[in-house]
């Protein structure tokens, strides 16, 4: 697994949450590139000048953060050099199925004469090609001078008979006495983008050679008509926006085009029928990162799998996506000269810095009143208050999870979006959290699968599970991950295995 790894580096990305009781206290935020060229993990962090900016002046502020990407990168394995029965005692459990696969559970520690830094829990191991595809413990070693996390790792079947490093659960008390649980964080880990190298619309014909046909004469002598490439081909298909969507895309930032565009796409036209709106070309997509954006690109709606996850409900959903309409109708996209100026390669880790869809106030103000408009004309209508309990909901968070909110490439989702349009509404609705049934926002996680091999996304089918206890409800919060195990079928292994 260590030498199939140095072949890719995928992205990571590390969201963490400092807990307080009820509700968190702060936030931090990781996006990098995984790199294991050396004897440990390391990262290459995206570029993010804001968030660069901040993190110098709590350095000037002589407030050491605690955390690091690399730190949480440690748990893709657990013993990256020497996980061997020189160096580790390994006692066999019982067997235990994981979804439909059936594991060996080993309890693992190191031995006392090792001197290397040891891993001290429990591995998971497919009945098959005896593969890990859980583990979850700590770190230990007498020269560990660092305190060491208590982390959940998780490994999917995405390459052949492999399964790769997907989903790591960290979570750690303010104290090492056991009998103490009060926590300190809980941080959600996730690895995608392993086949980068075929990421892209462009790929398997997937766009048409032109939208825009030239039209040949029937009534033309055959031989007088000019069927040259730039005539039979009209214009160029890819657009200005369809090339920041295709680097977003190749980059691993962004979805492929798949069914959770589908459904995003039959609300967005549910609120374009129902307003008389002729806009051709709009269009859905999906971000794969956490924190909560979303923004347009010409016609080409965007919100982050983050958005998607907290969102409670379709006409939260038809809110925010009125919101970005109204960007549209009043001609807000950012214009073909701005986007047409990105031509010159750059890094995927400087990718932030080169793309920038920020409004001004007056602009979203102006969006705002104007998906008011849009919102209470469409289907949605008579659930507007259940957008006022998510806003509602959202404001109470924004002082405690600013890296949540922080828009990468839009304005902060927290500052801008839809507040004109809760005081226009004017909701009289507020959020009860000791009520069972009401939920004004749901935990990360809630909605969309990753597949961290292709970077598809679909949405979870299953009905959410009525909280028992108002502390169940964890609006915005984090959550362990308990993805349900399965192997590739025959034809996925082989297309698999054909891949470089």
Not at 190 to 215: F, N
Not at 249 to 256: C, D, I, N, T, Y
Not at 332 to 338: A, K, T
Request: proline letters at 7%.
């Amino acid at each position: 697994m260590v030498v199939l790894m140095r072949n890719f580096k995928p992205i990571i990305e590390t969201y963490i949450q400092e807990d307080a009781g009820k509700s968190p206290k702060g936030d931090e935020y990781f996006l990098s590139r995984l790199a294991l060229t050396g004897n440990a993990p390391s990262t290459l962090a995206f570029l993010d000048p804001e968030h660069e900016k901040e993190r110098w002046e709590k350095r000037l502020l002589k407030s050491p953060q605690p955390f690091s990407a690399a730190g949480f990168a440690q748990a893709i394995f657990p013993d990256m050099d020497h996980f061997d029965r020189r160096n580790y005692a390994f006692e066999f459990v019982r067997w235990e199925f994981l979804g439909e696969v059936r594991c060996g559970v080993v309890d693992v520690k190191p031995r006392e004469n090792s001197e290397n830094r040891g891993f001290v829990g429990r591995i998971w191991i497919e009945d098959q090609y005896f593969n890990i595809v859980r583990f979850t413990g700590a770190y230990t070693s007498k020269s560990l001078s660092k305190r060491a996390f208590h982390f959940d790792s998780w490994r999917l079947n995405t390459l052949g008979i492999m399964w790769m490093p997907a989903y790591i659960y960290t979570q750690e008390s303010t104290s090492q006495d056991p009998a103490n649980h009060d926590l300190w964080f809980k941080a959600q880990t996730r690895i995608w983008g392993y086949d980068l190298q075929h990421a892209g619309d462009h790929r398997e014909y997937a766009k048409p050679l032109t939208d825009t046909p030239a039209w040949v004469d029937p009534n033309r002598h055959e031989a007088s008509q000019d069927l040259s490439p730039a005539n039979t081909l009209g214009q160029e298909a890819y657009t200005p926006e369809d090339n920041v969507v295709e680097r977003l895309q190749v980059a691993g930032l962004m979805a492929p085009d798949g069914e959770v565009d589908r459904i995003l796409q039959t609300v967005a036209n549910n609120l374009l029928v129902t307003n008389d709106l002729d806009l051709p070309a709009v269009r859905c997509r999906v971000l794969l990162t956490t924190p909560l954006e979303s923004f347009v690109i010409g016609r080409t709606i965007i919100l982050s799998r983050g958005l998607l996850d907290v969102l409670p409900d379709e006409a939260t959903l038809a809110a925010v996506l009125a919101h970005e309409l109204a960007h549209i109708v009043l001609h807000h996209s950012v214009g073909d000269g701005q986007l047409s100026g990105h031509t010159m390669p750059f890094s995927d880790l400087e990718i932030f810095t080169h793309f920038d869809f920020h409004f001004d106030p007056a602009q979203e103000t102006d969006a705002d009143r104007k998906g008011l408009e849009l919102f209470s004309k469409s289907p949605y209508k008579a659930q507007l208050a259940n957008a006022g309990l998510f806003l509602e909901a959202l404001e109470a968070r924004s002082a405690q999870l600013p890296n949540l909110l922080h828009g990468h490439f839009s304005n902060d989702f927290g500052s801008s979006h839809l507040i004109q349009m809760q005081a226009l509404a004017q909701i009289p609705k507020h959020p009860q959290t000791d009520r069972l049934d009401q939920t004004a926002a749901l935990p990360l996680g809630s909605r969309i699968v990753v597949d961290p091999w292709s970077d598809r996304i679909e949405m979870l089918k299953r009905q959410p599970v009525r909280p028992l206890s108002a502390s169940e409800k964890m609006p915005f919060g984090v959550s362990p991950f308990f993805p349900y195990l399965k192997r590739l079928n025959e034809p996925e292994k082989a297309q698999a295995g054909n891949k470089p």
